[in-house]
């Protein structure tokens, strides 16, 4: 049992490290993609922006149910290729396929079946290849391998504006091809050189399994949480669906605010925030090396207060300029929360058994916030006008920052560092 519990080597850390960011960069290059180059083949059909909208928001909807239950499907499953590898190796590939198929879909219901299939697919294993970061790294580490996949998730934006800006107007149906090869190719190099049946989760599941064959059911875990005493793991979900919808709503609702606040042109509205892309990509490796000298709560604490306060300070100088730099800071801030949450849910799990449902838990929540909240903000814009938009987003920060200081609070009690 010591030899399970002994510490990963950084060779083999490293190694994990760049090709679970291979695989999420090579996931969100396609969904980077898929939301920008869809919405146009809707149009092309549908004249109402509402169910456009909605039909984009189907993703997220589907998610909410299929990656708990994939991610619990992956936990309890047990072959010579481990637990997470074989949903990827067939669930990579058949979403590069479908991806293709998109825009060679010329009538609407064929659209629609197609998007809706990706959508169903790209679910599927969305949270399984993260899932493989805590499988094989020791808890302390986690954080600096999840900034460096939340860097290549980053980075997907400009891979998909760059074949946006050279292939799109030319070739419409090849610009496809791109993000799909490069999920094929990034498949092949995970499987030929990843077998999570050697990790250190893996092992400790097998070791359980020895003591107690039954499935962990989903339904368990769920009640398991909802009736804890503790609360902190609820809270922590909680506090990720409300910090979502804060992020969320400060990037789709930035250019119709630049719009009505700044006196923006469209295209300058929707550029602005650019550079507080950079500044989270900047961030977010030493937002993992804070969170390591000081604690992950309290990081996530101190980057929730400076997005908000960044935004309401923006509110309060509604210049671009100004606006600019409070986006650049906010970002840099939220790399605090974005990169420690979903450590933070790994540390919280009760076995290896069931790392793969808590990864799911952060995604899940994550979209759901991201589905929730430009409504509810756009809502509280309509009663305070857009003139007020960023200090709207900084009261729903600031309710995320409570929850997340409840946790620390009862973290405390139980003399448990997180």
């Not at 600019?324 to 840099?332: G, L």
Request: aromatic share 10%; net charge positive.
């Amino acid at each position: 049992m010591s030899s399970l519990a002994a510490p990963v080597d950084r060779r083999l850390t490293r190694r994990i490290t760049f090709f679970v960011a291979l695989a999420v960069f090579a996931q969100e290059t396609t969904w980077d993609f898929y939301d920008a180059q869809v919405p146009p083949l809707l149009r092309e059909h549908i004249a109402s922006t509402a169910i456009v909208g909605l039909l984009m928001g189907m993703d997220n909807l589907l998610g909410i149910f299929v990656q708990p239950w994939i991610a619990n499907r992956s936990d309890n499953t047990r072959t010579r290729w481990g637990r997470r590898v074989p949903y990827l190796a067939v669930g990579m590939p058949l979403a590069a396929v479908l991806f293709v198929f998109i825009p060679l879909a010329t009538a609407l219901p064929a659209l629609i079946a197609v998007i809706f299939v990706y959508s169903l697919v790209g679910n599927s294993f969305k949270p399984i290849a993260q899932a493989l970061l805590p499988d094989f790294i020791e808890p302390e580490r986690r954080g600096r391998a999840n900034a460096v996949v939340k860097i290549a998730s980053g980075t997907t934006v400009i891979v998909s504006a760059l074949v946006s800006a050279f292939m799109v107007d030319d070739h419409p149906k090849l610009a496809f091809t791109v993000p799909a090869l490069i999920m094929l190719v990034s498949t092949a190099v995970l499987v030929s050189r990843v077998r999570d049946n050697t990790s250190r989760g893996y092992q400790l599941a097998l070791t359980e399994d020895a003591h107690d064959e039954t499935p962990v059911r989903l339904r368990d875990l769920a009640r398991d949480i909802l009736r804890d005493h503790d609360r902190s793991r609820l809270l922590v979900v909680t506090a990720v669906l409300l910090f979502a919808s804060a992020w969320f709503s400060s990037r789709s609702l930035f250019t119709p605010y630049g719009m009505e606040t700044l006196a923006l042109s469209r295209g300058e509205a929707g550029s602005l925030t650019f550079p507080s892309g950079v500044a989270f990509l900047l961030a977010a490796y030493p937002a993992a090396l804070l969170a390591e000298r000081i604690g992950r709560i309290r990081t996530m604490t101190i980057g929730m207060v400076v997005f908000g306060v960044s935004l309401a300070f923006g509110s309060l100088v509604p210049t671009p300029a100004t606006t600019v730099v409070a986006f650049c800071v906010a970002a840099a801030g939220a790399s605090g929360f974005l990169i420690n949450a979903a450590v933070v849910l790994w540390n919280l799990a009760p076995s290896a058994r069931v790392i793969g449902v808590y990864t799911g838990l952060y995604t899940v929540s994550w979209a759901a916030g991201g589905f929730v909240g430009p409504g509810v903000v756009g809502a509280m814009v309509d009663i305070t006008g857009w003139r007020y938009m960023l200090l709207d987003i900084a009261l729903i920060t600031a309710l995320a920052t409570a929850v997340i200081l409840r946790v620390a609070v009862l973290s405390r009690r139980r003399s448990v560092s997180l």
